[in-house]
């Protein structure tokens, strides 16, 4: 039988995230990535075989997420260091506010590198089947799912760096010296 102190200690282990420090990527069998469409700042419509040909790290995210907060940063280092060589942060908004409120978080915050793009609907989090924020899922440069990670992540850190280049670049790519 199970305590009352075990039972809460095992549904706080369920709700407080991961810290930003932990890279929990948990790699899946290339799978097709669902059909997801989003716009872009000017109101385009896309989906992600707009992005076919990048690796896509595709993130989930909401300017209310306090996690989402600590992680953005990161995924700003990310886009400019390593965009040149085929790696595209995706950042999709699933707020409702519109525009001006992404665009203030990303001032707030100093959100430099990353483009908008925004699913109002929030459906993005349906298809995809995150339960909570933020949610990345990584996309190879054919369009599949090749892995996710719940919860903030420092994607500029040494362990998503490397976890990037072997699984998602490629052996030849993964030799280089990173930088």
């Given at each position: ?16 995230p991961f ?22 700042a ?37 886009q ?52 909570g ?47």
């Open positions: 039988m199970r305590s009352p102190l075990g039972a809460a200690l095992a549904v706080l282990a369920l709700i407080i810290p930003a420090c932990a890279f929990n990527f948990a790699p899946t069998p290339p799978k097709p990535a669902p059909a997801l469409a989003f716009e872009d000017a109101g385009n419509p896309l989906t992600l075989e707009d992005f076919r040909g990048k690796v896509v790290v595709l993130n989930l995210w909401a300017t209310w997420c306090g996690p989402c907060r600590k992680e953005m940063p990161s995924l700003d280092r990310l400019a260091e390593y965009g040149p060589e085929g790696i595209y942060v995706l950042p999709l908004s699933l707020d409702r506010g519109g525009l001006d409120q992404i665009r203030a978080f990303y001032d707030e915050v100093g959100i430099r590198n990353l483009k908008i793009y925004r699913d109002p609907s929030g459906g993005a989090s349906r298809t995809l089947s995150a339960f924020l933020p949610t990345t899922v990584v996309l190879d440069r054919d369009g599949r799912e090749v892995g996710r990670v719940l919860g903030p992540a420092e994607w500029d850190g040494d362990e998503a760096l490397a976890t990037l280049r072997s699984v998602l670049l490629g052996p030849q790519r993964a030799d280089r010296s990173g930088g």
